[in-house]
Nanobody, 121 residues
Framework: QVQLVESGGVLVQPGGSLRLSCAAS????????MGWYRQAPGKQRELVAT???????NYGDFVKGRFTISRDSAKNTVYLQMNSLKPEDTAVYYC???????????????WGQGTQVTVST
């Protein structure tokens, strides 16, 4: 069984900063990539940022240098540092991992349960 556990979602004021964490645990052989997606009410889930095992990163267009994704491979953990937060960043943020379990022959996508980020005065 694989679990992705997110933490760090809170209420923050516009212009503030926040760091999300996501730890993957379970019968994991290797993790190809980890990332963050978000979904606001009434909107589709969208890419925030991803990072591969070789540290290649990809960001959603709306990030515009405000967010930084990083990972600690030894801990199977991915982080999202978010700065200059805006009210439109309010959403549920989901952790994603493309990983292979010891019992599997190929990689599969796994999702966390989500953590709420609210940017408001």
């Amino acid at each position: 069984q694989v679990q992705l556990v997110e933490s760090g979602g809170v209420l923050v004021q516009p212009g503030g900063s926040l760091r999300l964490s996501c730890a993957a645990s379970g019968n994991i052989f290797t993790i190809a990539a980890m990332g963050w997606y978000r979904q606001a009410p009434g909107k589709q889930r969208e890419l925030v940022a991803t990072i591969t095992s070789s540290e290649n990163t990809n960001y959603g267009d709306f990030v515009k240098g405000r967010f930084t994704i990083s990972r600690d491979s030894a801990k199977n953990t991915v982080y999202l540092q978010m700065n200059s937060l805006k009210p439109e960043d309010t959403a549920v943020y989901y952790c994603n991992a493309l990983l292979t379990k010891y019992s599997d022959s190929s990689a599969r996508n796994y999702w966390g349960q989500g953590t709420q980020v609210t940017v408001s005065t």
